[in-house]
């Protein structure tokens, strides 16, 4: 049986992830955590509309790099937390339901 996380860098699969999100768990938060923390916090927020756009996630996660945003953006929605069209940006049902457990706080 072949050994889980083994495949190629260049194309990780989803036991790539976990392994390394496992792996990962005792630096937490690192950068990307704490960008994928600020795009939940904003899709779920009651301030803004439902969809978003990532340029709306730049304009109000000032304080993060572009390209982290898009990184937390890209790995939450291949998560099942977000669900991604073109520049729309949306929370899941599965997103959504963390939020109405209390789950997602800050």
């Known amino acids: 049986m072949p050994d889980k996380g083994t495949s190629n860098p260049q194309n990780p699969t989803p036991d790539d992830d976990y392994a390394c999100a496992i792996a ?16 939940m916090l904003c899709i779920l ?20 790099e572009p390209k982290k945003i898009e990184e937390a953006t890209e790995r939450l929605g291949k998560d099942g937390l977000l669900h991604i069209h073109q520049e729309h940006v949306i929370a899941s049902r599965a ?12």
Not at 45 to 64: K, P, V
Not at 95 to 106: A, F, K, Q, S
Request: charged content about 35%.
């Open 45 to 64: 927020s009651d301030a803004h509309d439902e969809r978003w756009t990532r340029t709306d996630l730049e304009q109000d996660l000032l304080d993060l």
């Open 95 to 106: 997103g959504i339901r963390l939020d109405e457990l209390g789950l997602v706080t800050v």
């Open 24 to 39: 990962n768990r005792g630096t937490w938060p690192n950068e990307l955590d704490v960008a994928e923390r600020g795009v």
